[in-house]
């Protein structure tokens, strides 16, 4: 582990271990997502009751629209390979906040980054996210659940037209894809039935 000094790691907190001098503190750690010094019962316990809820939505949410399995699965083992703050959405949607395993990973390795993705009835974020944009996300879940197994051809269909046009710019992805404009306008406007106006 990196120990750095507390000047050049602003803001950093204290861990918990006493073993480091008053000095140093560790760093290797995201302003986004802090350490968590909670035991590893309680860290246990957390994770069955929130991957239990996940499960239970998913099954519900299939239920609804027996289309989204396949979404709905996705979004299932995602979340069963990472932990994060669970925040309930509405119809049927919970999202992970300060994301950490599989979810980071995909966020990194294959999505530019980007600050949250939702593949089905479970988002992903990688860092506390504003009622804006966790409405943006609850958006793409309802998509989901309307297109059930178009959404990801769907996607995949608007994500290459877009950056076909714009060199695959996250941002001008954002600014032509109809999934994209379809989520924006629940920003403004609030949840509505997709692609409805």
């Given amino acids: 582990m990196q120990i750095q000094s507390l000047s050049s790691c602003v803001p950093c907190r204290r861990p918990a271990a006493p ?27 957390d994770y ?20 989204t399995i396949v979404q709905n699965t996705v979004s299932l083992l995602i979340s069963l390979g990472s932990t994060g703050e669970r925040r309930t959405g509405e119809y049927g949607f919970a999202l992970y906040e300060n994301s950490r395993g ?7 390795s294959f999505l530019q980054d980007t600050t949250a993705f939702t593949p089905g009835c479970l988002g992903f974020a990688s860092r506390k996210l504003s009622q804006r944009v966790m409405d943006h996300e609850n958006q793409h879940a309802l998509q989901s659940l309307v297109t059930g ?5 769907g996607l995949v269909f608007e994500t290459v037209r877009a950056g076909l046009k714009c060199g695959f710019n996250s941002d ?16 403004k406007v609030g949840l509505h039935f997709p692609f409805s106006g």
């Fill in 149 to 153: 197994p178009l959404y990801y051809p």
């Fill in 172 to 187: 001008c992805i954002h600014a032509i894809s109809v999934f994209e404009l379809d989520a924006e306008r629940a920003e």
């Fill in 102 to 108: 599989v979810a980071r990973w995909i966020g990194k």
């Fill in 19 to 45: 073993a480091q001098s008053s000095t140093e503190v560790d760093c290797n750690w995201s302003v986004d997502a802090p350490p968590d010094f909670r035991s590893l019962g309680e860290k246990a316990r």
């Fill in 48 to 67: 069955a009751v929130d991957k239990t809820k996940d499960l239970a939505l998913a099954v519900a949410v299939t239920c609804v629209n027996p289309t």
